[in-house]
T-cell receptor, first 113, second 112 residues
Framework: DTEVTQTPKHLVMGMTNKKSLKCEQH?????MYWYKQKAKKPPELMFV???????INESVPSRFSPECPNSSLLNLHLHALQPEDSALYLC????????????FGSGTRLTVV | QKEVEQNSGPLSVPEGAIASLNCTYS??????FFWYRQYSGKSPELIMS????GDKEDGRFTAQLNKASQYVSLLIRDSQPSDSATYLC????????????FGTGTRLQVFP
């Protein structure tokens, strides 16, 4: 299995909703990442988990809350989002923290209304 | 100065030609460099990694790295219309090797 699976693929939520994005990999990778990508922009790092512990938070607003329940799963909990948070949310994993290439999931396209 | 810079393009090349994509970076201590391909509406896909000065070839792709000039490039030989995509250069910064910094990408168009 060489894939990173993200669900849902599309999500529309209101500003008062609570929702979660899910990411799963079974490649034995020990580092997992959340990136945000706006249209025609490069991916921007949000969070890094290494060995199930949060190692980087790129000063992301608290309305985004990551969680890593085990080495294969990564969640992103969303609450009270703003329309400007609408974007493609990408999960990625790599063999370990450090200079390794990432495998990206197909992403969740989020629209906040 | 942006950490990773790319010409946004579009770079238009005819089918069968060599496409040359360029990237410069500002952190002289960076040691790891990657090229990702991203089709419109899809997620990035890793196509090449390079860590040492010189050339690295994989099929029709060649990555070139020159750390002294802080320059990394990607050559695509025998370009095909299916190569039409945005190519993202990514660099691991010396101050934190747990992250990747992406350039804004170069859009490549290969016409028949």
């Amino acid at each position: 299995d060489t894939e990173v699976t993200q669900t849902p693929k599309h999500l529309v939520m209101g500003m008062t909703n609570k929702k979660s994005l899910k990411c799963e990999q079974h490649m034995g990778h020990r580092a997992m990442y959340w990136y945000k990508q706006k249209a025609k922009k490069p991916p921007e790092l949000m969070f890094v988990y290494s060995y199930e512990k949060l190692s980087i938070n790129e000063s992301v607003p608290s309305r985004f809350s990551p969680e890593c329940p085990n080495s294969s799963l990564l969640n992103l909990h969303l609450h009270a989002l703003q329309p400007e948070d609408s974007a493609l949310y990408l999960c990625a994993s790599s063999r370990d923290r450090g200079p390794y290439g990432y495998t990206f999931g197909s992403g969740t396209r989020l629209t906040v209304v | 100065q942006k950490e990773v810079e790319q010409n946004s393009g579009p770079l238009s090349v005819p089918e069968g030609a060599i496409a040359s994509l360029n990237c410069t970076y500002s952190d002289r201590g960076s040691q790891s460099f990657f090229w990702y391909r991203q089709y419109s509406g899809k997620s990035p896909e890793l196509i090449m990694s390079i860590y040492s000065n010189g050339d690295k070839e994989d099929g029709r792709f060649t990555a070139q790295l020159n750390k002294a000039s802080q320059y990394v490039s990607l050559l695509i030989r025998d370009s095909q219309p299916s190569d039409s995509a945005t190519y993202l250069c990514a660099v691991t910064p010396s101050y934190n090797t747990d992250k990747l910094i992406f350039g804004t990408g170069t859009r490549l168009q290969v016409f028949p």
